[in-house]
């Protein structure tokens, strides 16, 4: 035999890799504040005068430093969603921008059919009973 002349075989499978890795400064910040306080923060460029939500350290157009902290939220606006169908039931995701944010936070939206959701919903931050600092101490956004 020849390995050299094997032709190629798939083998399907699937690997569940658990990971853990810092959240940064701006990411931890933001996550402890959630956990501790049950706030929602972003960070303003000092250039263009952007808010990030999740907070950035760098703006991602001027790429200044962004280190004016800014409460934002707990209320917002769907930007754009999409069904999940892979969790049962299916599952709302939705871009919103916390009121006082100029960018989005990718989240699930609770107690509202598919069907009734549309871009410019507003909605509210509901945060998790426990809490952990975890993006899921934010349990998802629900129609105002
Ligand atoms: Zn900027």
Request: hydrophobic share 40%; charged share 25%.
């Amino acid at each position: 035999m020849d390995l050299h002349d094997v032709a190629p075989v798939l083998v399907e499978g699937r690997i569940r890799i658990p990971y853990r890795w810092p959240a940064g400064r701006a990411g931890g910040r933001f996550l402890t504040l959630l956990r501790d306080e049950g706030r929602l923060i972003g960070l303003r460029c000092s250039r263009c005068r952007r808010v990030f939500v999740p907070p950035r350290t760098r703006c991602l157009s001027c790429h200044v430093p962004c280190e004016e902290e800014v409460g934002v939220g707990p209320e917002g606006e769907v930007l754009a969603w999409t069904v999940s169908r892979r969790a049962s039931p299916p599952a709302v995701l939705a871009l919103v921008r916390l009121d006082g944010a100029d960018t989005a936070l990718l989240h699930v939206l609770h107690g509202v059919e598919p069907t009734a959701v549309r871009n410019g919903l507003r909605v509210k931050a509901v945060l998790a009973e426990t809490r952990r600092g975890h993006i899921t101490d934010l349990d998802g956004f629900r129609p105002l």
